[in-house]
């Protein structure tokens, strides 16, 4: 059996409840060693075999489950933030499914949940953005033309940019190039959880060298979209409905 466990954006007890007790009762840990935060791995077991993906290639985690399969050992395939967003997780499961070996997934808090988080800020705001898209900007690997940065941030959702700290430049060219406003204002949050997160607030214009300022070269979510400029409390945001007196829902009926 594998457990494919998020980890969490990086404080060892934002891991969830279910994920702690798997790690402390698994045989085989192999862990995403270049991005989580190693004292999770004090949840292990003294006798605990460790492996540290970061040096293995994708045949070589599936052997390494395979064997542990083959001995009837208990396997935690441990993954930074939640397995579900840039993971890699499905061509392991396919592989698992060839060789008929059960798994399961447990969640975990991603970055952008913890950078929210640590901001004090809310992604869905009444009447301002309603929708919340995770992603990223091409660099080394592509991304589909009709997932481009450009479609998100002009529907003015809340957007999350992962794995782009290295190509804020090419970021900022390309949004300004499409009319946004140098001056859009944007959050980015350096190891968000850990003990040396960062928050910086800046505009569109100035990003990329904050980022140099900061020698933040990677473990940074970007956050771009309305909901960022509230954060400077210059605007009210409009009450939500859900308690408004006035609002019928199915537990109160709502005042005349």
């Known amino acids: 059996m594998v457990h494919f466990v998020g980890a969490g954006s990086g404080a060892a007890d934002l891991i969830t409840v279910r994920g702690q007790r798997l790690l402390s009762e698994a045989d085989v840990v192999i862990y995403a060693g270049s991005v989580i935060n190693k004292d999770l791995l004090n949840y292990c077991r003294k006798n605990v075999t460790l492996y540290d993906s970061a040096e293995m290639t994708l045949e070589e985690i599936i052997g390494v489950i395979k064997e542990a399969d083959r001995q009837g050992l208990q396997?935690?395939?441990?993954?930074?933030?939640?397995p579900s967003i840039y993971g890699a997780i499905q061509e392991q499961i396919e592989e698992l499914c060839k060789l008929d070996i059960d798994f399961d997934i447990t969640p975990g808090v991603t970055a952008a949940m913890a950078a929210a988080a640590s901001l004090?800020?809310?992604?869905?705001?009444?009447?301002?953005?309603?929708?919340?898209?995770?992603?990223?900007i091409a660099g080394r690997t592509d991304v589909p033309e009709a997932q481009s940065i450009e479609h998100f941030v002009y529907s003015n959702a809340s957007v999350a940019v992962y794995l782009s700290s290295k190509l804020t430049e090419s970021l900022t060219k390309r949004l300004t190039e499409h009319g946004l406003s140098p001056d859009t204002p944007v959050a980015v949050v350096y190891k968000a959880s850990w003990p040396e997160e960062k928050r910086i607030l800046c505009d569109l214009k100035s990003l990329t060298s904050i980022m140099e300022e900061n020698n933040i070269t990677g473990l940074a979510v970007i956050l771009l979209g309305p909901a960022v400029g509230r954060l400077?409390?210059?605007?009210?945001?409009?009450?939500?409905?859900?308690?408004?007196?006035?609002?019928?829902?199915?537990y109160r009926k709502g005042e005349e």
């Open 232 to 250: 400077s409390g210059d605007k009210k945001t409009v009450r939500s409905r859900l308690y408004d007196p006035g609002f019928t829902t199915g």
């Open 75 to 82: 396997t935690v395939r441990l993954h930074s933030g939640d």
């Open 120 to 136: 004090g800020m809310e992604f869905t705001l009444p009447e301002v953005a309603q929708s919340f898209v995770i992603t990223r």
